[in-house]
């Protein structure tokens, strides 16, 4: 009995939904208001589910991390936390345009020599008898300051400068020497009117020169060089600078700031090789899009381990860096907390992408990414190559067998990520390394081209705290306190901060068209500008903080201070680890 029940009910089921289909039928062919009706709505939900943000990025700033060492039963918690947080595809536009200053053509690189040091160079250059060689430290951009402030240091003491010997020992173990980076020829014949230079130390009288020896203190003043320096170099004839980077002070005349400039952004020249495959690179992105984001990612293990910061993967991480740490015995312990709060922390991979969305750079723009392994690999990278799918390397831009002359030997591969990320539209960088310093400075000089240094101080609570907000209100802070930090004119006092990253000497205004165009360029020009384009609901606390972030430039440690203008405040206390730290950060 029952078994016939169940058959009876099962040739039910075809015969009632026959019934309905042909009731449909008829009511919708009475009433083709309703059809329409109904097919409207299907419409709209479609639409509506195309043109939906993208779902909520649960990854905190170290969940990637997290889910690496197992901790994937917090998944459905975060994804709770952060369901009113949705980052939305597309950018959106403050005004100016994302990928140019809007005051640029009121400013421009100005380092040509005055008639007086003209001068007095050319009386200088006729003493030859005494011989400068350095011998410079770290990576491609470690070395180019110290290179630069040695042209400087030459002049100084009158010398006749041997070019300089490159790092080929440290943590890069590059064998490169200076003429297979650097056009020597045209360095020699470019700075010729400033300081005399030659290719190699020659001897007296068929007997080797040997050269003395010594070290110079850090941010060395003219006056330093002049007492330590010269009367050795009297005596000796000789003299060899060991450890070569910042031992020159910020604090210069403007000729000698100038002479700087003209090193660095005129008389450091690659070779032909290093200079025609990055225009390769460069050429090759600019097939892709007419515009494109640059972003220098320093998050390699071993930059991570000496930074002492922790980003959230657990036991193991700690243990993994922890491990290579330990390389390092004069490091002091620190505290992770501690850096991160004081912007001492890179941003991670997922970080700088969320900076860049808020700051309006949608999912369609490429991004030319400069870095070397990155710690946690490919699930690390996972949330900024989902925020940015159009993700670009010199290894995917080029084949192996046209990267093979450089890729045994890294500064030559900076130097192509070097060009890359200075002819970019837009440069940024999750770290403030000498790599990000030197292209800061440089494209302030050629035309103050968009640089975005992260305000990691303060984009660190917003990131903490981000689950809390929604993303209108997360992106108009990011974009706040981003203010001063974006590579506009005038954003750092002259003289504050190193040279090389605002060489203010060297960049002259151009008044009169600035008068024409009834400009006037400030910090909080740019936030009413945000105002008004914007229509940024900033409050008062928000417009604090960026008065404040301008002031942190006022804020020097004890590794920005000159010698002997605050000695007795640099003997001692903690300099050596502060001058580790920024050596191995070079690149």
């Not at 000698?256 to 990055?278: P, W």
């Not at 004069?330 to 970080?351: F, V, Y």
Request: proline content about 4%; overall charge positive; glycine content about 6%.
């Amino acid at each position: 009995m029952k078994k016939k029940k169940r058959d009876t009910k099962r040739h039910n089921i075809p015969a009632a939904v026959l019934h309905w289909m042909l009731f449909t039928r008829y009511y919708l062919l009475q009433f083709p208001l309703l059809s329409a009706f109904f097919g409207f709505l299907l419409l709209l939900f479609a639409a509506f589910a195309f043109l939906s943000p993208l779902p909520p990025i649960i990854n905190h700033h170290n969940h990637s991390l997290q889910l690496k060492n197992g901790a994937k039963a917090e998944e459905s918690t975060l994804s709770k936390e952060t369901s009113s947080f949705r980052v939305p595809r597309s950018g959106w536009r403050l005004g100016r345009h994302l990928w140019s200053s809007r005051s640029s053509k009121f400013y421009y690189g100005c380092s040509n020599a005055s008639e007086s040091f003209e001068n007095v160079a050319a009386d200088r250059r006729k003493n030859s008898d005494r011989y400068l060689l350095i011998a410079t430290s770290g990576g491609l951009n470690q070395q180019r300051t110290g290179i630069t402030d040695g042209v400087v240091a030459a002049y100084i003491l009158n010398a006749t400068l041997v070019v300089p010997k490159l790092d080929q020992k440290s943590f890069w173990n590059d064998s490169s020497d200076f003429a297979q980076i650097f056009d020597v020829d045209w360095f020699i014949s470019f700075l010729s009117k400033d300081v005399t230079i030659i290719k190699q130390l020659h001897g007296k009288g068929g007997k080797a020169l040997n050269p003395y020896r010594m070290r110079v203190p850090r941010k060395c003043t003219p006056t330093c060089y002049l007492t330590k320096v010269l009367p050795v170099l009297n005596k000796k004839h000789a003299v060899q600078l060991g450890k070569f980077d910042y031992r020159l002070s910020n604090r210069l005349d403007p000729d000698l700031q100038k002479l700087r400039c003209r090193v660095n952004y005129h008389a450091l020249k690659f070779t032909d090789s290093i200079l025609e495959m990055g225009k390769k690179l460069v050429q090759r992105m600019r097939m892709k899009s007419e515009h494109f984001i640059a972003l220098h990612l320093r998050f390699e293990p071993d930059m991570l381990a000496f930074s002492g910061c922790y980003f959230g993967g657990g036991e193991k991480e700690r243990m993994e860096l922890g491990k290579i740490r330990r390389r390092w015995k004069s490091l002091h312990t620190s505290n992770p907390d501690k850096e991160r709060r004081q912007g001492r922390c890179p941003l991670t991979p997922e970080e700088v992408g969320l900076m860049l969305r808020a700051l309006g750079f949608g999912s369609d723009v490429h991004l030319y990414v400069a870095s070397g392994e990155v710690y946690g690999g490919e699930e690390t990278l996972a949330p900024l190559k989902a925020l940015f799918p159009n993700f670009h390397s010199k290894e995917t831009l080029a084949s192996m067998r046209e990267l093979a002359p450089f890729s045994s030997f890294s500064s030559r591969m900076a130097a192509l990520d070097f060009i890359v990320c200075d002819e970019s539209d837009v440069f940024s960088t999750n770290n403030n390394g000498n790599m990000a310093k030197i292209l800061a400075g440089r494209r302030r000089y050629f035309g103050h081209k968009p640089t975005i240094r992260p305000n990691a101080k303060k984009l660190y609570k917003l990131f903490m705290s981000r689950h809390n907000k929604t993303w209108e209100e997360f992106a108009s802070r990011v974009r706040t306190h981003q203010i001063g930090f974006m590579g506009e004119p005038n954003e750092v006092k002259p003289g504050r901060g190193e040279f090389h990253e605002n060489p203010s000497s060297c960049i002259c205004e151009d008044s009169a068209a600035k008068a024409r165009a009834g400009l006037t360029l400030t910090p909080q020009n740019l936030l009413d500008e945000s105002h008004k384009n914007g229509k940024e609901n900033i409050n008062k606390n928000e417009t604090s903080d960026v008065t404040d972030e301008h002031s942190i430039e006022d804020d020097q440690d004890l590794t920005d201070m000159d010698y002997m203008d605050r000695e007795t405040a640099i003997k001692g206390k903690g300099l050596p680890g502060e001058m580790l730290l920024e050596e191995f950060f070079s690149d």
